[in-house]
């Protein structure tokens, strides 16, 4: 059936280009005009703990046939992957202010329904994440960010010192960006989608050349680190820190997909050009999230795990509840408008723009 396509966004393509002008600090994909080839993530026989994608036999609420798609309603038709090349803007993203709000070993995404199966994750934005969460319960949710509109579900395995856990302090950055060279074409996220960037079982040379690398763990002076770092500095500012930034092309059909991936791609290199535009396979452009997270540890660090297994297998979720109207007019004015916003909808480098939300985070 056409509609089953199993077309992956080809997320472990190697020998790709850095789109540095974007900064994009993960690889682009190469391609021209037509789809990047198809690429299914290898099988490992890594032995750590984690959940494989795809591994749960129980559908999500939303999953009305059990199929583990979930349709897009309506789903975003006759669109081409934009190649235009509005004017060049060095800024165009928006900031997530959100903090942690709790763990738990449950996943809504890779284990809808099964409370306590997956390996603990840290939960951050919205206050009742659990494996029982659906677009609407997360809707009429709370939220750890600071804009009220925004109830997304943000998660990742929890860091462990030992057996203590660490957790993030205070809010954390997650960055709206527009991943493709025409920032004009960036539209909101689909209420509902959710989808999981990298995989608790990638080895650690697929989590260095994920494209959704940037800097890898990093702690003072030591940087790009698939291990994290063997020694720190013990000055109290200094944390361990990663970003990592998420597919930003959608397929508009689907808001989520059996191994919650092929639903969504990374932008791709157009031949000939140092421009990045989505692929045919995925010609729809949403933002690019990228987490920036800072983990309270330093000084020895030989202690230090993830919940899901080594360094290697940090991956995160997201399940989008934004308010419609908030996110849109955050997405207008900073990516189309190629700004560069805190979590207000304000660039301080022009203030003649104004803000997006009010001194509450709230739209007026």
Same mark, same amino acid.
């Given at each position: 059936?056409?509609?089953?396509?199993?077309?992956?966004?080809?997320?472990?393509?190697?020998?790709?280009?850095?789109?540095?002008?974007?900064?994009?600090?993960?690889?682009?994909?190469?391609?021209?005009?037509?789809?990047?080839?198809?690429?299914?993530?290898?099988?490992?026989?890594?032995?750590?703990?984690?959940?494989?994608?795809?591994?749960?036999?129980?559908?999500?609420?939303?999953?009305?046939?059990?199929?583990?798609?979930?349709?897009?309603?309506?789903?975003?038709?006759?669109?081409?992957?934009?190649?235009?090349?509005?004017?060049?803007?060095?800024?165009?993203?928006?900031?997530?202010?959100?903090?942690?709000?709790? =763990?738990? !070993? $449950?996943?809504?995404?890779?284990?809808?329904? #099964? %409370?306590?199966?997956?390996? &603990?994750?840290?939960?951050?934005?919205?206050?009742?994440?659990?494996?029982?969460?659906?677009?609407?319960?997360?809707?009429?949710?709370?939220?750890?960010?600071?804009?009220?509109?925004?109830?997304?579900?943000?998660?990742?395995?929890?860091?462990?010192?030992?057996?203590?856990?660490?957790?993030?302090?205070?809010?954390?950055?997650?960055?709206?960006?527009?991943?493709?060279?025409?920032?004009?074409?960036?539209?909101?996220?689909?209420?509902?989608?959710?989808?999981?960037?990298?995989?608790?079982?990638?080895?650690?040379?697929?989590?260095?050349?994920?494209?959704?690398?940037?800097?890898?763990?990093?702690?003072?002076?030591?940087?790009?680190?698939?291990?994290?770092?063997?020694?720190?500095? =013990?000055? !109290? $500012?200094?944390?361990?820190?990663?970003?990592? #930034? %998420?597919?930003?092309?959608? &397929?508009?059909?689907?808001?989520?997909?059996?191994?919650?991936?092929?639903?969504?791609?990374?932008?791709?290199?157009?031949?000939?050009?140092?421009?990045?535009?989505?692929?045919?396979?995925?010609?729809?452009?949403?933002?690019?999230?990228?987490?920036?997270?800072?983990?309270?540890?330093?000084?020895?660090?030989?202690?230090?795990?993830?919940?899901?297994?080594?360094?290697?297998?940090?991956?995160?979720?997201?399940?989008?509840?934004?308010?419609?109207?908030?996110?849109?007019?955050?997405?207008?004015?900073?990516?189309?408008?190629?700004?560069?916003?805190?979590?207000?909808?304000?660039?301080?480098?022009?203030?003649?723009?104004?803000?997006?939300?009010?001194?509450?985070?709230?739209?007026?």
């Amino acid at each position: 059936m056409a509609r089953r396509s199993k077309v992956l966004s080809g997320l472990l393509i190697s020998g790709a280009l850095v789109a540095t002008t974007l900064g994009l600090g993960g690889a682009a994909l190469t391609a021209g005009a037509a789809e990047i080839p198809a690429q299914q993530q290898p099988a490992h026989s890594t032995a750590h703990q984690g959940h494989t994608m795809a591994a749960s036999t129980v559908p999500a609420a939303e999953d009305a046939d059990g199929d583990g798609y979930i349709p897009a309603n309506p789903p975003v038709t006759g669109v081409e992957p934009s190649t235009k090349q509005p004017p060049h803007r060095y800024f165009h993203e928006f900031q997530a202010q959100c903090s942690v709000s709790h =763990t738990k !070993p $449950d996943d809504p995404i890779v284990y809808p329904g #099964q %409370a306590g199966k997956s390996h &603990d994750h840290t939960f951050m934005g919205n206050t009742t994440t659990d494996a029982a969460s659906t677009t609407d319960s997360l809707d009429a949710g709370g939220t750890k960010c600071l804009a009220p509109g925004d109830k997304s579900g943000y998660w990742m395995p929890t860091m462990l010192n030992g057996d203590q856990p660490v957790l993030p302090v205070g809010t954390q950055t997650i960055y709206y960006k527009a991943g493709v060279t025409d920032y004009t074409s960036v539209r909101p996220f689909p209420k509902g989608l959710r989808f999981v960037v990298g995989s608790p079982m990638q080895s650690a040379q697929e989590f260095r050349d994920h494209p959704g690398f940037v800097e890898g763990w990093e702690c003072g002076t030591s940087y790009f680190n698939v291990d994290f770092p063997k020694d720190c500095p =013990t000055t !109290p $500012d200094t944390q361990v820190n990663i970003r990592f #930034q %998420a597919p930003s092309c959608w &397929d508009g059909r689907y808001l989520d997909t059996p191994d919650h991936k092929s639903h969504m791609a990374y932008p791709v290199v157009k031949q000939g050009t140092n421009d990045n535009v989505c692929p045919t396979s995925h010609p729809v452009a949403l933002p690019m999230v990228e987490f920036k997270m800072a983990f309270p540890v330093n000084g020895d660090l030989s202690r230090l795990r993830l919940a899901s297994g080594p360094s290697y297998s940090f991956h995160y979720d997201f399940f989008n509840a934004w308010d419609d109207r908030t996110l849109k007019a955050m997405v207008d004015h900073c990516l189309v408008g190629g700004l560069q916003c805190d979590a207000r909808g304000y660039d301080q480098n022009h203030p003649e723009e104004g803000a997006v939300l009010d001194a509450d985070y709230r739209l007026p």
